[in-house]
T-cell receptor, first 110, second 116 residues
Framework: NAGVTQTPKFQVLKTGQSMTLQCAQD?????MYWYRQDPGMGLRLIYY???????DKGEVPNGYNVSRLNKREFSLRLESAAPSQTSVYFC?????????FGSGTRLTVV | DAKTTQPTSMDCAEGRAANLPCNHS???????VYWYRQIHSQGPQYIIH???NNETNEMASLIITEDRKSSTLILPHATLRDTAVYYC?????????????????FGKGTHLIIQP
C-alpha cells in the first residue's frame, strides 16, 4: 500500500540542466497533481491532470512541462533549470474527496 | 473556491483538546470543508472533511456551524506528534470522471504547536 511514490527524493542541478521528476500512484485515482512549496509558504499548484489523457496549467506553470504517461504515472519536467525553481516538489492524486500526497522531492538549482 | 481565514499560530498543552477555527463566510452550497495538515517538510495529510453535518473519524472531529460560515477542527487529545501546519480548504468534491479536480488551494494555515 505505497500510495504516491516520488523519485528522486533529493536532487541538485546546475543552472540550465534538465531533469524529470517521477510520480506514480497505486490507488487507481483519476486525478494527479504537481505542487511546489517554497520555504515558509503554502503549496502552489504547477500542473494537474484531471483524468488520463488531459493536463492543465495551475497557478505557476512557467518553466515546467508535464506528461500523464498512463493512469498511474504523472511526470514533471524542467527543461532548463533556474535557481528560482529551487523548491520542494510534491505530487498528489485524488478521487472524490481525498487527496494523497507523496513525500516530496527536494530540488536545489545552483 | 471560497476563501478561508485561519489564525497564524496556536499553542495547546499536550493531552488537552486542540480547537482550530476556520472562517469561510463565502462558502457555496456545494462546497465541502476539508482539513489537511503538514508535519515538518512532509507531504500534506488528509484529516477530515464535511458538508454541513458534524463529522468524526479516528483522527479528529469537525464541527460546522449551522450557517456553514465557520468550522472548528478538534483534536481531542493532542500529542507532540500533532505539531504541524493545519490547512482549512473549501472546495467542491471531484466527480468520478475528474470534473472539478483542479487541485486544492493552500493558504498559509495555522501552525499548531503542542507544548509538553
Amino acid at each position: 500500500n505505497a500510495g504516491v511514490t516520488q523519485t528522486p527524493k533529493f536532487q541538485v542541478l546546475k543552472t540550465g540542466q534538465s531533469m524529470t521528476l517521477q510520480c506514480a500512484q497505486d490507488m487507481n485515482h483519476n486525478s494527479m497533481y504537481w505542487y511546489r512549496q517554497d520555504p515558509g509558504m503554502g503549496l502552489r499548484l504547477i500542473y494537474y491532470s484531471a483524468s488520463e489523457g488531459t493536463t492543465d496549467k495551475g497557478e505557476v506553470p512557467n518553466g515546467y512541462n508535464v506528461s500523464r504517461l498512463n493512469k498511474r504515472e504523472f511526470s514533471l519536467r524542467l527543461e532548463s533549470a533556474a535557481p528560482s525553481q529551487t523548491s520542494v516538489y510534491f505530487c498528489a492524486s485524488s478521487e472524490y474527496y481525498g487527496y494523497t500526497f507523496g513525500s516530496g522531492t527536494r530540488l536545489t538549482v545552483v | 473556491d471560497a476563501k478561508t481565514t485561519q489564525p497564524t499560530s496556536m499553542d495547546c498543552a499536550e493531552g488537552r483538546a486542540a480547537n482550530l477555527p476556520c472562517n469561510h463566510s463565502t462558502i457555496s452550497g456545494n462546497e465541502y470543508v476539508y482539513w489537511y495538515r503538514q508535519i515538518h517538510s512532509q507531504g500534506p495529510q488528509y484529516i477530515i472533511h464535511g458538508l454541513k453535518n458534524n463529522e468524526t473519524n479516528e483522527m479528529a472531529s469537525l464541527i460546522i456551524t449551522e450557517d456553514r460560515k465557520s468550522s472548528t477542527l478538534i483534536l481531542p487529545h493532542a500529542t507532540l506528534r500533532d505539531t504541524a501546519v493545519y490547512y482549512c480548504i473549501v472546495r467542491v468534491a471531484n466527480d468520478y470522471s475528474g470534473g472539478g479536480a483542479d487541485g486544492l488551494t493552500f493558504g498559509k494555515g495555522t501552525h499548531l504547536i503542542i507544548q509538553p
